[in-house]
């Protein structure tokens, strides 16, 4: 009796992970899509190989290739999008997957029995290296991403990168197997194992890009420029300081890069690198002074809970605020709230005194 195909389990993931991605309204449109195309072609591509090799429907293997040149593309550009000022690809970017797809498609008909397998292999592996050279860019190169959110997205390319060279691991061995022997037996353990290990990585995919999409974390980048800062700099960074205090824009716990280039008619990366010239910290950072002082200002001023105080101040994370609190202040917000309210216990005695 046929059972389930173990790639079919691969196939459920893949969709999860792109109902997760696509549902996520705070990510740029062209990115949803990109992610969500390439998860998707994934899925398709692994339920063809059951349909293969569990239930023999051998006609598929004329159309699955076709599919799966299409997988690393679509997550390029997904990310690619991300590092976008528009929130879409470049044409430069798109370029190059036309060409990549275009070049790969002729490659297909090529009148070579092996000419398939090596093409879906080198398409990967170009995309694959593709992938790897964005893991190289600064931290505040996603503009899309808000920057307290940064490292969490390089994990994610991390995982997209670890999966294509999975893929492209895999397809080799069966490659080499299928040139050396042809043993059947030995191309479905070589298939099988392959599916365990891209189960494995689309399962901390599963895991991982809701923590990327939903969670909040400190940006520990460190990449700040040694120059001085230039007078342009310092202009950029007086409206972007008018900014933040007049209209309060960190409070927003999505704020990214691309929307404070936008707000301020300038390249986003024109933004980060004025913070790091004038004051020699990352974006992250300052926005968080912003976010950490009017926090304090809440904090002595009103009777509101820290569970509050921390949402308004545009923190989603009790650690990251709590972190970011006692960097600058050198005490937890519950502490800074006891002692504040504690001094003006102290100022109102004396003022009675004062009276009487």
């Known amino acids: 009796m046929n059972t389930v195909p173990t790639s079919w389990l691969i196939s ?4 999860f992970i792109a109902a997760a991605v696509v549902s996520r309204p705070r990510l740029p449109i062209a990115a949803r899509v990109l992610f969500g195309l390439g998860l998707s072609f994934n899925a398709v591509v692994t339920v063809f190989v059951g349909l293969r090799l569990e ?4 006609g598929l293997s004329q159309v699955q290739p076709h599919v799966a040149i299409l997988i690393a593309p679509s997550l390029w550009l997904g990310f690619q999008s991300l590092a976008s000022t528009s929130g879409f690809p470049t044409r430069q ?3 190059r997957v036309a060409i990549g797809i275009g070049a790969a498609e002729l490659a297909l008909f090529a009148p070579l029995a092996w ?3 090596v093409v879906v ?3 990967n592996t170009v ?3 593709l992938l790897s050279m964005m893991l190289r860019q600064p931290s505040d190169a996603f503009v899309q991403v808000a920057p307290s959110k940064s490292r969490l997205t390089r994990l994610a390319l991390f995982f997209a990168l670890l999966f294509v060279v999975l893929v492209i691991a895999a397809d080799t061995a069966i490659f080499v197997a299928v040139l050396s022997a042809g043993n059947a037996g030995v191309i479905d353990l070589l298939t099988g194992v392959s599916g365990v290990g891209v189960a494995v990585v689309l399962l901390c995919a599963l895991i991982g890009v809701p923590l990327v999409l939903g969670a909040q974390s400190a940006d520990g980048s460190h990449e700040i420029t040694a120059q001085e800062p230039l007078k342009e700099n310092q202009d950029l960074l007086s409206k972007l300081d008018q900014l933040m205090m007049e209209h309060q824009v960190f409070t ?3 704020l990214t890069l691309a929307r404070l280039g936008r707000r301020l008619h300038c390249p986003a990366r024109s933004v980060s690198k004025a913070v790091n010239r004038v004051h020699g910290e990352n974006i992250s950072r300052y926005i968080n002074g912003y976010r950490v002082r009017h926090a304090a ?3 002595k001023t009103t009777d509101l809970p820290v569970t509050d105080i921390m949402l308004e101040a545009g923190f989603q994370s009790k650690s990251s605020f709590n972190t970011e609190f006692r960097r600058l202040t050198g005490q937890t917000p519950s502490i800074y709230k006891r002692q504040e309210k504690g001094e003006e216990n102290v100022r109102n005695r004396d003022l009675t005194r004062s009276d009487t």
Not at 55 to 58: A, I, L, R, S
């Open 297 to 299: 200002m809440l904090l």
């Open 93 to 95: 970017c798109l370029q």
């Open 55 to 58: 239930y023999g429907v051998d």
């Open 127 to 129: 995309f694959a290296v």
């Open 252 to 254: 927003d716990p999505d």
């Open 12 to 15: 459920i993931l893949a969709v």
């Open 115 to 117: 000419s398939v397998d």
């Open 121 to 123: 292999i080198a398409t």
